[in-house]
């Protein structure tokens, strides 16, 4: 009687395994996150800036939506900024390990051995694993040893500024609409409990897509909220009432 053979070990639940997939889902999670709470802070901190200024509701409106268009933009184009140059270098170092396999297999053999030996394995196990690794696909274990990249995982800068555009714009739409719904008297109050109730959210959602305790991210940016909201509320209050 033949035994059995043994099961296939199952993924764990929170272990991502597709890591393509992973790491684009996250570009995608973080850029939107990060999108959002800025529009959720920089326009409420400047529709309620300006409310501190005037009861009008043409004016804040209106600055409001310079704010939204402006900083929707704005956003977009530091995150293509900053996604498209970490990009570049990924494909630098790429083509740069391309060069050194073509021009030097022996000694890319050496170092990519010695990686594997400093790592703990026998010299001829390390030997090995290299020759058999680069046999498979030398570039692959070239990039994954030594700098830890993935040719397939490189950088999306469009998608990264695609989802903080759209993220900001979503984000600004709660403090325009707590600004410009309620009566007069209500609009500051009202502006302030959904900002800060909005960046709680944000805040317990940027820390459960880092795997963090959810605490501590969503105080930060509770206080860094309602410190704009309070200093720009103050300078407008200060400045509507010196200029009239």
């Known amino acids: 009687m033949t035994d059995p053979l043994p099961a296939t070990p199952a993924a764990h ?15 995608k999670l973080r850029a939107g996150v990060l999108g959002a709470n800025d529009g959720i802070v920089s326009v409420a901190a400047v529709v309620v800036g300006v409310a501190g200024a005037t ?29 498209a140059s970490a990009r570049d270098s ?31 394995l026998s010299r001829e196990t390390a030997q090995r694993v290299a020759e058999e690794l680069t046999a498979h696909d030398a570039l692959a274990a070239h990039l994954s040893a030594e700098l830890h990249i993935d ?11 695609w989802a903080s555009f759209l993220a900001f714009l979503l984000g600004a739409v709660l403090p ?15 502006a302030f409990a959904a900002t800060l109730i909005a960046l709680g959210v944000t805040g317990a959602l940027g820390a ?9 991210p969503t105080l930060r940016v509770l206080v860094g909220g309602a410190l704009a909201l309070g200093v720009t509320f103050a300078i407008g209050s200060l400045l509507g009432t010196t200029i009239a």
């Not at 639940?13 to 570009?27: K, V």
């Not at 170092?93 to 000694?107: T, V």
């Open 151 to 161: 040719e397939t995982e490189v950088l999306k800068p469009w998608q990264a500024a």
């Open 55 to 83: 009861s009008e509701l043409a004016p804040i409106l209106t600055a409001g939506a310079a704010a939204v268009v402006g900083g929707a933009f704005s956003m977009a184009l530091g995150e293509y900024v900053s996604v």
């Open 208 to 216: 459960r897509l880092g795997g963090s305790p959810a605490l501590r």
């Open 90 to 120: 990924q494909t630098a170092l790429i083509e740069k390990e391309k060069r050194e396999l073509a021009e030097m297999p022996e000694e890319e053999l050496a170092e990519l051995a010695a990686i594997y030996e400093s790592k703990g």
């Open 176 to 190: 325009m609409l707590a600004i410009a719904l309620p009566p007069a008297e209500l609009r500051i109050p009202v």
């Open 13 to 27: 639940d929170a272990e991502p395994h597709d890591r393509g997939a992973f790491s684009d889902g996250l570009n």
